[in-house]
């Protein structure tokens, strides 16, 4: 088959001249970019999780100025929002077939690779075909009449190409993926504020006992404790000759409480949660418990795992 606008020779089951791009046979519409179904699935999709992440940043970022986890929950936050407005864009970039959108939803399948294993999978599926030749030309800047031959022939492909098994792959496999990252990250979350709190907690007993060691310094030289009633009390009688900087604030930010008097000194962390004032001796199995310090040894702390 030859074309009737340029002569160039044509498959016989052309669509297009891969020359010129004049419709062949039954067609008449000359070589145009046209959105596979493919990529109308995959922005559609960014479109969904852009929104779900902007939803989830907010609650993030109102309970960060209310929460002792401030930092932590405004950090994430501020990462879910990036995050949405990340595929917001992609999404449209997608959907008018924009350079940008393609580099970003690859960006993005870079990132999936982590979700092991369903994610991995739909992420090494989705590169495959965002590099795909047809693909790379539809995102292309180049106006349809000035490709190439090679060009023209692998857009023509894109569109003929059946693409119905990718769709219906895609299609199947993100509820599950949805739901497999739903699992991980009910998982992940609290272990994740679980070490941030544990944190604190040995940031905190670290505190006390350089408190607690200057105390006892104190009491070497004047043969008998400092007297105070408040971290700011005793901060002024131990800074700077027997400690250059006292800590004043547990792990969550709040003051230590401080009893000190000439014979016997009680420091101590109200905990996680800020209530309570009772350093009765033994262990804890809790962030919201106290941390007390008392006469040069914690007589209240977490020997081991807490909730």
């Known amino acids: 088959m030859y074309c009737t606008q340029c002569g ?36 559609a999709i960014k479109f969904v999780s852009g929104i779900c992440w902007l939803f989830l940043s907010v609650p993030l970022i109102v309970l960060s100025g209310r929460s002792p986890d401030g930092p932590v929950l405004l950090v994430l936050g501020i990462a879910s929002s990036m995050l949405g407005v990340g595929a917001l864009v992609c999404g449209y970039g997608l959907w008018r077939l924009r350079a940008y959108g393609r580099y970003l939803q690859i960006a993005f399948s870079c990132l999936g690779l982590i979700g092991f294993p369903l994610q991995t999978v739909i992420s090494i599926l989705v590169l495959v075909y965002m590099f795909n030749g047809g693909v790379r030309v539809l995102f292309s800047a180049t106006p349809v009449e000035n490709l190439g031959a090679l060009e023209r022939e692998q857009l023509q492909s894109l569109r003929t190409k059946n693409t119905a098994a990718i769709i219906v792959a895609v299609a199947v496999v993100v509820p599950v993926m949805i739901a497999f990252l739903g699992i991980i990250a009910a998982i992940a979350i609290p272990n994740f504020l679980n070490a941030v709190d544990r944190g604190k907690q040995k940031r905190t007993m670290a505190d006390l006992r350089s408190i607690g060691t200057a105390v006892e310094s104190y009491a070497v030289d004047n043969k008998a404790y400092p007297t105070a009633t408040s971290a700011a009390e005793l901060q002024s009688v131990l800074e700077p000759v027997y400690i250059k900087k006292m800590p004043v604030a547990d792990g969550w930010g709040r003051v230590f409480q401080v009893e000190s008097h000439t014979t016997e000194y009680t420091i101590f962390s109200h905990g996680k949660d800020g209530a309570g004032s009772i350093c009765t001796p033994g262990t804890t199995t809790r962030f919201d418990a106290e941390i007390c310090f008392v006469d040069g040894q914690f007589t209240r702390y977490p020997p081991g795992s807490q909730s």
């Open 8 to 43: 160039a020779q044509a498959a016989d089951d052309a669509l297009y001249c891969p020359a010129c791009g004049k419709g062949m046979g039954s067609s008449s519409m000359p070589l145009q970019r046209v959105r596979p179904a493919v990529i109308t699935l995959l922005s």
